[in-house]
DNA sequence: CTTAAATGGTTTCAATTGAAACTAACTATC
DNA sequence: GATAGTTAGTTTCAATTGAAACCATTTAAG
C-alpha cells in the first residue's frame, strides 16, 4: 500500500509524514492543553476553596486591584475576556458584594466596577497565593529558563493570534 | 496606611510583594491558558469545518490511528482523558460511524475500539493538517527554541502534576 | 457457592460555556 | 429632532463539561 497518500487525496506540506508516525503527546496544541488544564485546574480548586470565586472572577479581581476602577469593556481588553464572560463575572462578584458599580452619569450605558472592602481583602490574600503557585510551577527553572520561557510564550502567543483570526482554513 | 499587610495577616512567601505590583498578564497560569485557548479554538474550528468533529473525538482518532485498536481504558491513560471524556467521544464516533466496537469475549465489560474506514480516511487526511497548524505556530521559533520549548513544557507539566495531585492547599 | 469488593464503562444532573439575539443608551446624519 | 447606526452590556438557548451515582461484569474472600 505505498501510494496510500495519493490515493487518500492529500495536500498539505506534511504529505510525506507517515501518519502512523503521529504522536499525540508530541503534538504542541495537545502539550498546550494538557498543562493549562492541570494548572488552571490546580488554581480554580484553590480559589474556590479560599475565597469562592471562579477564575473568571480572579482576573476580574486582579485587574481591578492591579489596575484600580474601570469598566465592564476596559476589562475586556485587558484580561483577554470577551464580553460575556466579563458580564457573568461582574455579575457573581455584584451578588456576592465584591465588587461594586458605579453607573457613568455621561454615558448611562456604561458603568464603572471597582472593589468593595471584601473584594480588596480578598485581592490582598489571594495575589500572594497566586504567585506562590507560580513559584511552585516554575521552580524547577533555572532564571535564564523562565526569561525563555516568557518569550517563546509571547512569539507563540502572536502566532496563536494569527491563526485564530481571518480564517486559516 | 504602611501596615496593610500586617492588617491583612498575610502568611505567604510573598507577603511583601506589593499587591498592587501584580500584572495579570505577566502571569503564567494567565498567559498558558490564553495561550492554549487562542490555539485550541482555533483547532477546534478547523476539525469542526473539515470533519465535523470535536477535540475529545480527535484524540480519539489520533491515538487509535497512530497506535492501534485498543480499550476506552488504554485510551484513558494515553490521552490524559478521564474515561467520561473518552466515554462520550467513543459514543459520538461510534454513532457517526468511525469507529468500531468490538466486546471482548474473556471480559464482556470492556471492548476494544479501532477506526473505521471513514475513521482511517479522517485520520489519514486530518494528521498532515494538525501538522501544518502546529509548523505554523512554531514557524516563528528557531530550531533550539523548539527544542528548548518542548523540555520547558515537560518540566511545567511535571510540576503540574504534583501540584494538581494531593491536596497542595 | 455466596457475598463483598473492584473494575470498565455509561448515565444523570447541575454548572459552565459559546454564540446569537436582545435591550438600552448614545452618536451621527439629514 | 426623527431616523439609522453604534456601542455597552445582558439575556437566552443549546451544547459542553465535571462530579457523582450508577450498572454490569469480573475478581477476591470467606
Do not use: C
Request: charged share 30%; hydrophobic share 40%.
Amino acid at each position: 500500500m505505498k501510494s496510500q497518500a495519493i490515493a487518500e487525496g492529500r495536500k498539505s506540506s506534511h504529505d510525506g509524514i507517515s501518519a502512523s508516525a503521529f504522536a499525540l503527546d508530541a503534538f504542541l496544541p495537545y502539550r498546550l492543553a494538557l498543562l493549562s488544564s492541570l494548572v488552571s485546574r490546580s488554581i480554580q480548586k484553590l480559589y474556590e476553596a479560599e475565597f469562592d470565586i471562579s477564575i473568571p472572577e480572579w482576573r476580574l479581581i486582579a485587574i481591578l486591584g492591579s489596575d484600580g476602577p474601570m469598566t465592564a469593556n476596559e476589562i475586556r481588553g485587558r484580561a483577554a475576556m470577551d464580553k460575556v464572560q466579563v458580564s457573568r463575572a461582574a455579575a457573581k462578584l455584584s451578588k456576592s458584594g465584591h465588587i461594586l458599580r458605579r453607573t457613568d452619569p455621561d454615558d448611562r450605558r456604561k458603568s464603572t466596577l471597582s472593589l468593595s472592602e471584601t473584594g480588596q481583602s480578598i485581592y490582598n490574600h489571594i495575589v500572594p497565593m497566586a504567585l506562590d503557585r507560580e513559584a511552585f510551577l516554575t521552580s524547577a527553572l533555572t532564571e535564564k529558563e523562565k526569561a525563555d520561557l516568557i518569550k517563546l510564550l509571547e512569539k507563540l502567543t502572536k502566532r496563536a493570534e494569527k491563526m485564530t483570526s481571518k480564517s486559516f482554513l
